[in-house]
């Protein structure tokens, strides 16, 4: 089992910045891709960003946020961010991270609860 615990949400005006965290424990960390995904009210869960395995790091990013966040992983603290930065009102959502044991990021074996993050125009 993996728990993942989302923090770093809030609210903030457009073209402001937050960074979310998601702090992992349980099994070990480097063996999972993360990625970070969003919900809006009425919208299907979209995929927003993902880091490979601690050993590549490749990252990859949903064109909507490409050059306005950024992932990172630290294997050390377990933990994974997403900095955001000129954040539209449109980024919306509550957002989750979730841990990918095949890296494809299509399906994720652990979930966190998720973090609202409300933009203000």
């Known amino acids: 089992q993996v728990q993942l615990v989302e923090s770093g949400g809030g609210l903030v005006q457009a073209g402001g910045s937050l960074r979310l965290s998601c702090a992992a424990s349980?099994?070990?960390?480097?063996?999972?891709?993360m990625a970070w995904l969003r919900q809006s009210p009425g919208k299907e869960r979209e995929f927003v960003s993902g880091?490979?395995?601690?050993?590549?790091?490749?990252?990859y990013y949903a064109d909507s946020v490409k050059g306005r966040f950024t992932i990172s992983r630290d294997d050390a603290k377990n933990t994974v961010y997403l900095q955001m930065n000129s954040l539209k009102p449109e980024d919306t959502a509550v957002y989750y991270c979730?841990?990918?044991?095949?890296?494809?990021?299509?399906?994720?074996?652990?979930w966190g609860q998720g973090t609202q993050v409300t933009v203000s125009s």
């Open positions: 979730a841990a990918d044991r095949v890296g494809e990021f299509r399906k994720y074996e652990y």
């Open positions: 349980g099994r070990p960390f480097n063996n999972y891709a």
């Open positions: 880091i490979s395995w601690s050993g590549s790091g490749r990252t």
